[in-house]
């Protein structure tokens, strides 16, 4: 169903944006995982709105509620309910547009679908339904961590035209968490603030890209054909509110590059470069898996627009209330939580078929950090 994603690791969404709460449940973790309502909190407030001026201004706790699956705080193999409640819905500033279609939004296509929707906050296509994408991602990204030393970390890599300048700072990991774009070098901040502060002004929004990597994935993960590494990854992008692209490693780049570039060359020392993003024919090289996701500009804007209403008569669309002018400022939480459930899944999977090959040889290594794209 179009609720649920994966295969082995399986993770079910339910609620709306103003409904009462939003929740998911993950079938398929493996028992014995420690964890705590608590761990939540953080990847929780990465995600959040309101945590800058630059979001939406909605505040929602985004407190977690382990209805089911954890006994005595660890995972018990059975099915994991997650709960969050509601708390800062203003469901009337879409009193204006509940019988209108806004331009490039997916109030048509929804009305088209179903006959009937719900236009509060966009109710079931609003982005406060990847919360429990990020929340599910909590647990994923612990037992990547524990059972295989994977570790996944995002940034924002471009802000409208606006792309990481090194020649102000070398890039920095310690950074991304320092500011509320997730950008990776301190000094461009306050450009990218001024940036913002203006596009708010005028009543506009843009779009962003993000990047996601993935260290310590083994060789071997990923299905070749029909369950793919790379593929299972673009759906999982693809299926985050306002993505129009995924590139893995190089990605359209790959167009105008030659062969002889283009090829990550081998040594007994490690791999030379990694344009492959780490996933050759579908399964991971042992290379840092790298995927780039591009966001739309936000639709919901204040200025006028032409659309049509539930009559089919041609409107002014106006949308008032809290937006964000760019919905990629706090994508990487999201993006990363996509890749985690993505990695484990594949993990639980390699391992259901393949646990008893163990390690081939050679074993070639990685670059190094500083040698992979970002």
């Known amino acids: ?78 099915p994991i309910a997650l709960l969050i ?49 990020v929340a599910a991602a909590v647990i994923a990204k612990k037992w990547l961590a524990e059972r295989y030393g994977v570790t996944v970390r995002g940034h924002l890599s471009q802000l409208g035209e606006l792309r990481p300048d090194e020649h102000l700072g070398a890039f920095d990991w310690n950074a991304v968490e320092g500011n509320p774009f997730f950008w990776p070098i301190e000094a461009q901040v306050p450009a990218l603030e001024t940036y913002m502060d203006a596009l708010r002004k005028s009543g506009d929004s843009v779009g962003a890209r993000v990047t996601v990597v993935a260290d310590g994935v083994p ?59 780490g996933i050759l024919g579908g399964i991971s090289s042992g290379q840092q898996v790298v995927c780039s996701v591009a966001f739309k500009p936000t639709s919901s804007l204040r200025l006028p627009g032409r659309g049509l209403n539930v009559l089919g008569e041609e409107v002014e669309v106006v949308t008032t209330g809290r937006h964000d002018p760019c919905v990629g400022i706090r994508a990487t939480p999201i993006c990363e939580a996509m890749m985690a459930l993505v990695l484990m899944d594949q993990a639980l999977r390699h391992r259901a078929q393949c646990g008893d090959v163990g390690e081939v040889s050679p074993r070639i290594p990685a670059t190094t950090d500083k040698d992979a794209k970002r």
């Open 1 to 78: 169903m179009s609720n649920s994603f994966g295969h082995l690791l399986r993770v079910t969404t339910f609620g709306e944006s103003h409904g009462p709460a939003i929740g998911c449940v993950i079938d398929g973790c493996p028992p014995g995982l420690a964890i705590s309502e608590d761990e939540f909190a953080q990847d929780l407030e990465r995600r959040a709105t309101g945590r800058s001026r630059h979001t939406s201004q909605r505040h929602e706790t985004d407190a977690v509620e382990i209805l089911s699956g954890v006994y005595e705080g660890c995972t018990t193999g059975t």
């Open 85 to 133: 409640r509601n708390t800062d819905a203003r469901s009337k500033d879409y009193n204006k547009i509940a019988a209108q279609f806004r331009p490039a939004h997916a109030d048509y296509t929804y009305w088209q679908k179903y006959g009937h929707r719900d236009p509060r906050g966009g109710g079931r296509s609003s982005a406060r339904e990847t919360t429990m994408r």
């Open 219 to 277: 060789p071997g993960w990923g299905e070749p054909i029909y369950g793919k590494l790379d593929g299972d990854l673009a759906a999982a992008m693809m299926s985050i509110n306002a993505v129009k692209g995924v590139e893995i490693g190089d990605g359209f780049a790959s167009v105008a590059q030659k062969g002889s570039f283009h090829r990550d060359e081998m040594t007994r020392d490690g791999f030379l470069s990694n344009h492959a993003g």
